[in-house]
C-alpha cells in the first residue's frame, strides 16, 4: 500500500505576509489575476488589502465577487464566463472556503473545458490538466482550502453539496496572513475555527489516517484547542495560532479524508443554508461517541491534545468521554449552538440521512454507519 501527500508549491506564513505575492507573480510571469473574493469582504475592505498590494506593484486585475456563503453552480458558471472575458492568466482567491472553492472550480473548468458541466466534477474527475494557477489568501481561519485538493459547490435544484476531490486544483501558492483574519466576527472566529477542530479530529481518525498524517492532525488539535478561544476575542496570539492550526489540519485531511461529521454538515448546508463550520461544530461531539469504539486508543491522544491531564491513567471508556467533553466544552466556550433546534425539521430527516450517506466524505468515517444511525444522530440533536 502507498500513502500519498499533496501541498502547495510554495506557502508563506506570518502576519504581512501577503506582500510575497508581488513576487510570485513576477516570478510566475504572470501578467494579470481574475480576483475571487465574496461581496462582504469587498463591502468592509478586507479585499482591498490585498488589491493595493497589487495596485502598489502596478500588477492589473478584474475583480469577481459574485460568490455566495455556500458557492453555487451558478456562482461558477457566471465566473468561468467572466474569467474568459477578462483577460486573466491567474487567479487570487480571497476569502475562505465560498471563495477558494469557486476559484477551484473555475481554474479547472478553464484548463479542462470538458467539465463546463458543474456536476461531471462531483467526487474524484478524471480530468487531464491543472487548473489555473492559483494565489489562494484565505482569510478566515477554518476551512484551509488553500491547502486541499477539495472543494464543495452547491447543487440549488437538487438541494445537495457536491464534494469534488481533485490533485490538479491545489493552489499553487498559500498565503496565510493572520492580519487578513483579524476583522471576523466573534461568531464566524468561532464557527470557522470549529471547522478546523473537525478535520483535525476527524483527519486523525480517518480509515485513511497514516503516520504522516496522524502527525498534522494532532499538532493542529493541540494548536486550535490552546488557541481558538483567544482568536474569539480577538487577540493577536489566538489569530495567529488559529491562522497555522488550520492550516497545518488542511495538510493532513486532505490527503487522507474525513468522515460523517462533513456529509451530516454538508447536507445541512445545502438544505437550510447553515454555516458550515456552526453544523460540523454541533455535530462533532455527537459524532465522536458514536465513533469512539472505531478508534482505538485515538481519543486519548486527542484528550492529550486538547489539554486533559492525566490522560496516561485513564480507561479506555474515560479518555474517549475525556477527549467529545473537551470538544464539547470548547464549541460552548465560543458560543456555538449545542443543538439543532430551530435549524433541522423532523420531515426533513430521512433526506438528510440520504444526503450524508451518498456524500464523499462518508466512506472515511472510521465506523460504516446505516441510514438508521444517521437519522438516530440528526435526531438525538434536536
Known amino acids: 500500500m502507498s500513502n500519498r501527500i499533496i ?6 506564513h506570518g502576519a504581512g505576509c501577503i506582500k510575497e505575492i508581488v513576487g510570485e507573480v513576477q516570478r510566475r510571469g ?3 489575476a481574475f480576483v475571487c473574493s465574496d461581496p462582504d469582504l469587498v463591502k468592509f475592505g478586507v479585499t482591498k488589502k490585498v488589491l493595493d498590494v497589487l495596485d502598489g506593484a502596478k500588477l492589473g486585475y478584474t475583480l469577481y465577487s459574485d460568490i455566495k456563503a455556500n458557492p453555487t453552480i451558478e456562482n461558477v458558471q457566471t465566473g468561468v464566463a467572466a474569467y474568459k472575458a477578462s483577460g486573466a492568466d491567474y487567479i487570487i482567491a480571497i476569502g475562505g472556503g465560498s ?23 462531483e467526487g474524484v474527475a478524471p480530468t487531464k490538466k491543472p487548473c489555473v494557477p492559483i494565489i489562494a489568501v484565505p482569510t478566515t481561519a477554518g476551512t484551509a482550502a488553500e491547502v486541499t485538493i477539495n472543494y464543495v459547490i452547491t447543487d440549488v435544484e437538487k438541494k445537495r453539496k457536491f464534494v469534488c476531490v481533485d490533485v490538479h486544483d491545489i493552489p499553487v501558492v498559500a498565503v496565510v496572513d493572520s492580519e487578513m483574519m483579524s ?4 461568531g ?10 473537525t478535520h483535525a479530529i476527524e483527519g ?7 503516520e504522516m498524517s496522524d502527525m498534522f492532525h494532532l499538532k493542529a488539535i493541540e494548536i486550535i484547542s490552546r488557541s481558538l478561544r483567544g482568536a474569539v476575542n480577538n487577540e493577536k496570539e489566538g489569530r495567529e495560532g488559529m491562522a497555522l492550526g488550520q492550516y497545518i489540519a488542511g495538510m493532513g485531511f486532505s490527503n487522507v479524508g474525513l468522515g460523517i461529521v462533513h456529509s451530516m454538515a ?10 458550515h463550520g456552526v453544523a460540523n461544530a454541533i455535530l462533532l461531539p455527537t459524532v465522536m461517541r458514536y465513533n469512539a469504539e472505531a478508534t482505538g486508543e485515538k481519543y486519548r491522544d486527542i484528550a492529550k491534545a486538547m489539554g486533559v491531564e492525566g490522560t496516561e491513567n485513564m480507561t479506555a471508556a474515560e479518555y474517549r468521554e475525556a477527549a467529545c467533553n473537551a470538544v464539547a466544552q470548547l464549541s460552548k466556550d465560543v458560543g456555538i449552538p449545542q443543538d439543532l433546534k430551530g435549524i433541522v425539521k423532523e420531515e426533513d430527516i430521512d433526506f438528510l440521512a440520504q444526503s450524508a450517506m451518498d456524500d464523499a466524505c462518508r466512506p472515511g468515517n472510521p465506523k460504516d454507519p446505516t441510514k438508521e444511525d444517521i437519522i438516530a ?4 440533536l434536536l
Not at 266 to 271: F, I, M, P, R
Open 377 to 380: 444522530l440528526y435526531k438525538s
Open 204 to 210: 486523525y481518525i480517518t480509515k485513511g489516517a497514516w
Open 183 to 186: 476583522t471576523m466576527p466573534k
Open 266 to 275: 454538508h447536507a445541512l448546508g445545502a438544505v437550510y443554508d447553515t454555516p
Open 7 to 12: 501541498l502547495n508549491e510554495t506557502s508563506y
Open 30 to 32: 504572470l501578467t494579470k
Open 188 to 197: 464566524l472566529t468561532a464557527a470557522t475555527g470549529m471547522d478546523a477542530l
Open 99 to 121: 471563495s477558494m472553492d469557486t476559484a477551484k472550480a473555475i481554474g479547472i473548468i478553464i484548463n479542462n473545458p470538458e467539465f463546463a458541466d458543474v456536476r461531471s466534477l
